[in-house]
């Protein structure tokens, strides 16, 4: 298995909605994360968890709230977000700790109304 | 499969020359692609992008060229600086703002500076 899993795929939600995106794996990889991707512009690194620690926070404000429940779940929870955080929300893994290849889930495109 | 490729996991170069990395890419479909800096111990930056339609893009020290004939493209480092240091990343996107949306990173390579 060799898959990056993303739910769901789209997600419409208001500014005053709790929602959580989910990402799983099971390759075994020991690093996961969070990136946001806006439109013709590149994917932003915003939370890496290793060994199911966060060990990278990119100034993310407090309105994104990571979790990792295990070694192979990573979500996203969201909480009052604002119509400009409307964008591609990508999951990835890799083996180690960012150093190797990445592997990417399909995206969850989120729209906040 | 990997569609991605930089088929050298190291450069070293001396301060002041040209580093130059190269990646390659199996999918004619790919339109958009960007290099990636990371630091030890810190997440990977985004440092340059191509879209798939231009052959060459500069910021600064940093020139990325694209041979889409090739499926080849190259990051130019002029001149290099010791802080260069670092492992960089090609990535690949397809479907840049479809549904089926794909982005593919190669392996890296290690660039060291030389005093």
């Known amino acids: 298995d060799t898959e990056v899993t993303q739910t769901p795929k789209h997600l419409v939600m208001g500014m005053t909605n709790k929602k959580s995106l989910k990402c799983e794996q099971h390759?075994?990889?020991?690093?996961m994360y969070w990136y946001k991707q806006k439109a013709k512009k590149p994917p932003e690194l915003m939370f890496v968890y290793s060994y199911e620690k966060l060990s990278i926070n990119e100034s993310v404000p407090s309105r994104f709230s990571p979790e990792c429940p295990n070694s192979s779940l990573l979500n996203l929870h969201l909480h009052a977000l604002q119509p400009e955080d409307s964008a591609l929300y990508l999951c990835?893994?890799?083996?180690?700790?960012?150093?190797?290849?990445?592997?990417f889930g399909p995206g969850t495109r989120l729209t906040v109304t | 499969d990997q569609q991605v490729k930089q088929n050298s996991p190291s450069l070293s170069v001396q301060e002041g020359r040209i580093s130059i990395l190269n990646c390659d890419y199996t999918?004619?479909?790919?339109?958009?692609f960007l290099w990636y800096k990371k630091y030890p111990a810190e997440g990977p930056t985004f440092l340059i992008s191509i879209s798939s339609i231009k052959d060459k893009n500069e910021d600064g020290r940093f020139t990325v060229f694209l041979n889409k004939s090739a499926k080849h493209l190259s990051l130019h480092i002029v001149p290099s600086q010791p802080g260069d240091s670092a492992v960089y990343f090609c990535?690949?996107?397809?479907?840049?703002?479809?549904?089926?949306?794909?982005?593919?990173f190669g392996a890296g390579t290690t660039v060291t500076v030389r005093a």
């Open positions: 990835a893994s890799s083996q180690g700790y960012v150093s190797s290849e990445q592997y």
């Open positions: 999918n004619s479909m790919f339109d958009y």
């Open positions: 390759m075994g990889h020991r690093a």
């Open positions: 990535a690949a996107i397809l479907g840049l703002e479809s549904n089926d949306y794909k982005l593919s």
